[in-house]
Each structure stands twice: as C-alpha cells, then as structure tokens.
C-alpha cells in the first residue's frame, strides 16, 4: 500500500511538472512583445526549455499512470481510462507537432516576432486545454458510458 501511494504522490508531482511550465509560456511571451533583438534569442530558448521541461514531466505521468492503473485494479476499458489513454495519444502527437512551427520561425534567417508569439500562444492554449481534460479525467474519474 505505500508504495502505491508513492506512486501516486508521483504521479501527482508528474502532472504539476507537466502542466505548470506551460503556463509561464504567456509572461515571456507577454515580455517579448516589447523585447529587444537581442533579447529575443534568450527568451527563444527560455520557452524550449518550457516545452522540455513539460515532455519530461509528461514521460513520468505517463509510466506513473501505467503503474497505477496496473495496482489499483481499474480495468484499461474503464471509460475514462479509456478516454485518458486518446486524449493521452492526442497530446503526444500534439506536443511533437504543435510547437514545431514556433520552432522553425526562430529558426529561420528572418525571425518574425508576432507570428512567433501567435504560434506559441495558440500551442500553448490548446495543449493546456487537453492537459486539463485529461486530469479531469483522472480526478472525477466519471462513467462516460
């Protein structure tokens, strides 16, 4: 039994390293809306180590999710296990796709700030918005079906 509730206390820390970063995406990006040239680069890579930081957080969510299901006893078509495991699939493709664009804007020979800002905003919106899907899921735990 304790080590199900470490297990769960990690799983609990996973998720806040998974979600919370994202939500420092909109200061710096508030910040870079008046930010020198020179500034910029910085806060460029300030907001990858963002995103990095949430990748490795999501990967400890993920194996503490798997240990958790496997001890407690729920079955994996438990609708809302169910419905975490897609939405889980979703953020997974979403999380490698959605900031890729952001990417190749700082990247580029000529780096245009407010679409940067725009495509990292929309990212981080939408990849919050599946984030907090998924711990209701978790939390409430409701019979969809």
């Given at each position: 039994?304790?080590?199900?509730?470490?297990?769960?206390?990690?799983?609990?820390?996973?998720?806040?390293?998974?979600?919370?970063?994202?939500?420092?995406?909109?200061?710096?990006?508030?910040?870079?809306?008046?930010?020198?040239?020179?500034?910029?680069?910085?806060?460029?890579?300030?907001?990858r180590?963002?995103?990095?930081?949430?990748?490795?957080?999501?990967?400890?969510?993920?194996?503490?999710?798997?240990?958790?299901?496997?001890?407690?006893?729920?079955?994996?078509?438990?609708?809302?296990?169910?419905?975490?495991?897609?939405?889980?699939?979703?953020?997974?493709?979403?999380?490698?796709?959605?900031?890729?664009?952001?990417?190749?804007i700082?990247?580029?020979?000529?780096?245009?700030?407010?679409?940067?800002?725009?495509?990292?905003?929309?990212?981080?919106?939408?990849?919050?918005?599946?984030?907090l899907?998924?711990?209701?899921?978790m939390?409430?735990?409701p019979?969809?079906?």
């Amino acid at each position: 039994m304790m080590v199900y509730k470490m297990i769960i206390f990690i799983h609990v820390v996973s998720a806040v390293a998974a979600i919370g970063p994202l939500f420092s995406i909109f200061p710096i990006l508030k910040r870079m809306e008046k930010a020198e040239e020179r500034d910029i680069k910085g806060m460029v890579e300030g907001l990858r180590g963002v995103v990095r930081a949430v990748s490795l957080g999501g990967h400890v969510l993920i194996i503490s999710g798997i240990a958790l299901i496997w001890l407690s006893g729920w079955s994996w078509k438990t609708p809302w296990v169910l419905a975490t495991i897609i939405l889980l699939i979703a953020s997974l493709f979403f999380l490698a796709k959605a900031f890729k664009p952001a990417w190749r804007i700082a990247e580029a020979d000529y780096f245009h700030k407010e679409t940067f800002i725009a495509v990292m905003k929309r990212a981080a919106i939408l990849y919050i918005t599946i984030m907090l899907m998924m711990l209701w899921l978790m939390v409430v735990k409701p019979q969809l079906w």
